[in-house]
């Protein structure tokens, strides 16, 4: 190390050091052996046992994640124009891989921009943020002014900054839930929370003050275009539609009549009037409907209505401890969706948790597939868009599972 050390040293295990140098960014609170800053959210130094540097990040009192680090750079100062760099990396990132679909992307993916604790949706002129580390939390008023600023220099107006401060996991970090919008001096906002985007040339109304996350899933765009193909003349049901975002663009690949479907009322609501908004709603039916209730009742018909079943359920499982019970549910599901469709039928289904790795989904459509005594050709396996980019060695960054198959 070449530059004197200024920030508190943190000690860590074996296994720390051995998880560091892999490039994995976590310490947990069982593995640092001495050490402990003055002021909780502040940066630190990690070392290992024999007192070599291994990187620096933030310190979380609270949470079971301890220190994220920043980066294992023994010179870099962590100044505002450290973040500066980071941030417009990730935006040049963006522009180049998403292209014309960069109206409306994720910005910034924590841990894979090396922005930990820090999630950035761009939903064409407004930025949802959530922020879900305290040492980021503490610099989040520069991390804002430089998102402005980074846009400003591109020519990309930012209308204003949403905060989307409202998940359970800052209670981790010991911060406070709220939502609104960043308030910046010289800087108006909209007055409203409802926006408009449009995704593979299909328009959808964002909520980004009450919608799930940030206001809309947009990890799944591609995968969306990849059943649009699939879809030509076929007769859809699209489950947990939620936002009708798989459904519509299945009317929009040419399909001959999609039905929507989801548990919750508003969000079929959402649907209807998302594909009113496309003009598209004579050509879809939308089922307010327990999935789990509807596919073996669907069974029981003499033909199968549909000869495309989409399945994109929320994550079952957001911990170890409930995996077991997630599988059996994903098994339920896709095995009624298997007997449900012909021979010849086109099969779409995702898993969006990190706690279901693919090993382990694979394992369970094979399990569905034998025991509804059909075979499953596959087409296609995809995971999230490039905006949410994977770090293969932070497993956390790989979570979207998504598989097209044809039942024969």
Same mark, same amino acid.
């Given at each position: 190390?070449?530059? @004197?050390?200024?920030?508190?040293?943190?000690?860590?295990?074996?296994?720390?050091?051995?998880?560091?140098?892999?490039?994995?960014?976590?310490?947990?609170?069982?593995?640092?052996?001495?050490?402990?800053?003055?002021?909780?959210g502040?940066? &630190?130094? %990690?070392?290992?046992?024999? =007192?070599?540097?291994?990187?620096?990040?933030?310190?979380?009192?609270?949470?079971?994640?301890?220190?994220?680090?920043?980066?294992?750079?023994?010179? @870099?100062?962590? @100044? +505002?124009?450290?973040?500066?760099?980071?941030?417009?990396?990730a935006?040049?990132?963006?522009?180049?891989?998403?292209?014309?679909?960069?109206?409306?992307?994720r910005?910034?993916?924590?841990?894979?921009?090396?922005?930990?604790?820090?999630?950035?949706?761009?939903?064409?002129d407004?930025?949802?943020?959530?922020?879900?580390?305290?040492?980021?939390?503490?610099?989040?008023?520069?991390?804002f002014?430089?998102?402005?600023?980074?846009?400003?220099?591109?020519?990309?107006?930012?209308?204003?900054?949403?905060?989307?401060?409202?998940v359970?996991?800052?209670?981790?970090?010991?911060?406070?839930?709220?939502?609104?919008?960043?308030?910046?001096?010289?800087?108006p906002?909209?007055?409203?929370?409802?926006?408009?985007? &449009?995704?593979?040339?299909?328009?959808?109304?964002?909520?980004v003050?009450?919608?799930?996350?940030t206001?809309?899933?947009?990890?799944?765009?591609?995968?969306?275009?990849?059943?649009?193909?699939?879809?030509?003349?076929?007769?859809?049901?699209?489950?947990?539609?939620?936002?009708?975002?798989?459904?519509?663009?299945?009317?929009?690949?040419?399909?001959?009549?999609?039905?929507?479907?989801?548990?919750?009322q508003?969000?079929? =609501?959402?649907?209807?009037?998302?594909?009113?908004?496309?003009?598209?709603?004579?050509?879809?039916?939308? %089922? &307010?409907?327990?999935?789990?209730?509807l596919l073996?009742e669907?069974?029981?018909?003499?033909?199968?209505?549909? =000869?495309?079943?989409?399945?994109?359920?929320?994550?079952?499982t957001?911990? +170890?401890?409930?995996?077991?019970?997630?599988? +059996?549910?994903?098994?339920?599901?896709?095995? +009624?969706?298997m007997?449900?469709?012909?021979?010849?039928?086109?099969?779409?289904?995702?898993?969006?948790?990190h706690?279901?790795?693919?090993?382990?989904?694979?394992?369970?459509?094979?399990?569905?597939?034998?025991?509804?005594?059909?075979e499953?050709?596959?087409?296609?396996?995809?995971?999230?868009?490039?905006?949410?980019?994977?770090?293969?060695? %932070?497993? @956390?960054?790989?979570?979207?599972?998504?598989?097209?198959?044809?039942?024969?």
């Amino acid at each position: 190390m070449s530059a @004197e050390r200024r920030f508190p040293k943190i000690t860590v295990t074996k296994k720390a050091e051995y998880s560091i140098k892999k490039g994995h960014p976590w310490v947990y609170d069982a593995e640092i052996t001495s050490g402990a800053p003055n002021e909780n959210g502040e940066l &630190c130094d %990690v070392y290992s046992s024999k =007192d070599s540097y291994l990187g620096t990040g933030f310190w979380s009192e609270k949470s079971k994640i301890r220190i994220r680090l920043l980066s294992s750079n023994a010179n @870099e100062r962590f @100044e +505002r124009s450290f973040f500066e760099r980071r941030i417009k990396y990730a935006v040049d990132y963006r522009r180049a891989v998403m292209g014309n679909d960069f109206s409306s992307c994720r910005i910034i993916f924590g841990e894979a921009d090396g922005m930990p604790g820090l999630t950035v949706d761009k939903f064409s002129d407004i930025l949802v943020v959530q922020v879900l580390s305290l040492g980021m939390d503490k610099i989040k008023n520069m991390i804002f002014d430089i998102l402005f600023e980074t846009f400003d220099a591109i020519g990309e107006k930012i209308s204003g900054i949403y905060e989307r401060e409202d998940v359970a996991i800052r209670e981790l970090e010991g911060l406070p839930l709220f939502k609104g919008w960043y308030e910046k001096e010289g800087r108006p906002h909209p007055e409203s929370t409802i926006t408009e985007i &449009c995704e593979n040339g299909v328009k959808y109304t964002v909520d980004v003050e009450n919608g799930q996350k940030t206001g809309f899933f947009l990890d799944q765009k591609y995968n969306r275009l990849a059943v649009a193909k699939l879809a030509k003349g076929k007769r859809v049901l699209d489950c947990f539609t939620h936002t009708g975002s798989f459904a519509m663009n299945a009317v929009m690949g040419g399909a001959a009549r999609v039905t929507a479907v989801d548990v919750s009322q508003s969000a079929v =609501d959402m649907a209807r009037a998302n594909a009113r908004l496309n003009g598209i709603e004579d050509k879809m039916d939308f %089922v &307010c409907a327990d999935v789990f209730d509807l596919l073996p009742e669907l069974e029981k018909g003499k033909n199968s209505p549909y =000869d495309f079943i989409i399945l994109d359920p929320p994550a079952f499982t957001k911990s +170890r401890k409930t995996a077991s019970s997630a599988y +059996r549910g994903y098994k339920e599901i896709n095995y +009624r969706a298997m007997k449900l469709l012909p021979r010849g039928g086109f099969f779409a289904t995702c898993s969006c948790s990190h706690f279901m790795p693919s090993e382990d989904f694979v394992k369970m459509l094979k399990e569905a597939a034998r025991d509804a005594n059909v075979e499953l050709k596959q087409i296609e396996a995809r995971t999230q868009g490039p905006d949410h980019p994977i770090l293969l060695n %932070v497993p @956390e960054t790989d979570y979207l599972k998504f598989y097209l198959f044809q039942v024969v």
